[in-house]
């Protein structure tokens, strides 16, 4: 299901920095020389665009959108590629620092706008998307994971349980989060991608509690409130 919404998005000053930078498409433009090559998560293409050598990164397939990414200029295309390698390196690292470590449960979670880049391009399901609204809408009471069950109108609590870790999956996947932990305990982290588990009291069901940083992102995306 595509992540869509004609509410004006802000871009925040990451993306309007690439923007600023970048070299604007020309109506009958000359382009020649095209090469492309792929890159970690990107794919690169670059080529001599009206005397200019340019290199742009898009996000590589499967994602659903073919939006530029970032890009550079060099005297060849060859050095165009090279900078937009940096470009992207330095791009990638200061979003891995600036993740915020979430105390409840040990996970470094991705800001905002890594979210909505990721929701943009990550191809969920209908029950995905339907998840991923509730919890948004929830806020920080947060839903059971019967209640997500419910939600998705999923037929039994173990393919809701499946559908919502593989939702932190395909998200940790397009961000190239590391998670640490193995077995078991890698399912548990894959969910906390999106959201951290919260228990009362051993008497009720833990309740899972979306992150702020991805519920603005699918506000952003959707144009829905939450109730915080």
């Given amino acids: ?24 498409r020309k109506r009958g433009a000359d382009v020649s020389g095209i090469t492309e090559e792929e890159y970690g998560k990107y794919w690169i293409k670059a080529g001599v665009l009206s005397g200019v050598c340019v290199a742009r990164a898009f996000p590589k397939k499967p994602a659903k959108t ?18 937009l390698k940096e470009l992207l390196e330095e791009r990638d690292r200061q979003r891995t620092q600036k993740r915020r470590l979430e105390e409840n449960s040990g996970t470094y979670v991705p800001g905002e706008w890594e979210y909505v880049e990721a929701l943009h391009q990550v191809r969920f399901s209908d029950a995905q998307v339907a998840m991923l609204k509730a919890l948004t ?14 939600t998705a109108e999923y037929k039994s609590r173990e393919t809701a349980v499946k559908a919502f870790k593989n939702t932190g999956l395909m998200i940790a996947e397009y961000l190239e989060i590391e998670l640490i932990e193995t077995g078991a305990a890698r399912g548990n982290g894959l969910a906390q991608v999106v959201a951290y ?6 008497d009720e069901p ?10 603005n992102a699918v506000r952003a995306v959707l144009g829905i409130r939450s109730n915080a």
């Fill in 1 to 24: 299901m595509t992540l869509q919404n004609s509410t004006k998005i802000d871009l925040g000053l990451e993306q309007r920095a690439f923007q600023d930078r970048s070299v604007r």
């Fill in 66 to 83: 073919q939006t530029m990414i970032a890009d550079a200029v060099g005297d060849t295309p060859e050095k165009a590629i090279r900078a």
């Fill in 137 to 150: 809408i929830a806020g920080k009471e947060g839903l059971t994971i019967g209640q997500l069950t419910s």
């Fill in 197 to 202: 588990s919260h228990i009362c009291n051993s």
């Fill in 206 to 215: 833990a309740t899972w509690i979306m992150h702020p940083e991805l519920r």
